[in-house]
């Protein structure tokens, strides 16, 4: 059974590095034979999560669009920037939104549990969105969702990527793909 992988960036800036970032370790999953849908964040705006909103009007349409494709892949791909030392407020309200079970049937967490992820950023700073993966493998540990043990984070991200998109160091060029590659291979095996 071919991997089916979501791959998303915590970030909606058109110009965004770890959009580019996202790209390459989405070349990398769909060498090693993945289905990858990659999407836009920005194409699916919600409004911040609030339980009273919920109450009144159900999940907003664009969380529910983005929790089913959740639930129809197996595995993601998420590139996160780092702010003030920790992942976006943008991927912690989709990953909150995504969260909620829309019936009392549902099953706790339905979106999230037994899939897995590879994780990844690029930041400005000197270490490259390293203290932001921090906590956004122990969320997604914390959801049901088994991280790769390898993650990759690009430093000084103005000067790191080609005008083609691609990184300027081929090493982290290649282990970035690798990454794509892994988790792809992985979720293969565990497939069957």
Known sequence: MVPRILAFAGSSRKDSF???????????????????????????????????LEDEEGMPENARKFKKLLIDHDAFIIASPEYNSA?????????DWASRAESDN????????????AILAASPGALGGLRGLVFLRMLLANIGVTVLP???AIPQA???FNEDGSLVDERKQNAVMSLGQKLAL???????
């Not at 370790?25 to 609030?50: C, H, K, R, S, W």
């Not at 992985?186 to 069957?192: A, D, H, R, W």
């Open 158 to 160: 103005f000067n790191a």
């Open 106 to 117: 549902e099953p706790p967490l339905a979106a999230y549990q037994g899939k897995m992820a």
């Open 87 to 95: 992942f976006s407020p943008l991927l912690k309200n989709v990953i």
């Open 150 to 152: 390898e993650q990759q």
């Open 18 to 52: 770890n959009k580019k970032l996202l790209a390459i370790a989405v070349l990398g999953a769909e060498e090693a034979g993945a289905d990858v849908t990659l999407i836009d964040l920005a194409d699916y705006p919600m409004p911040l999560f609030n339980q009273d």
């Open 186 to 192: 992985t979720v293969g095996k565990l497939n069957g």
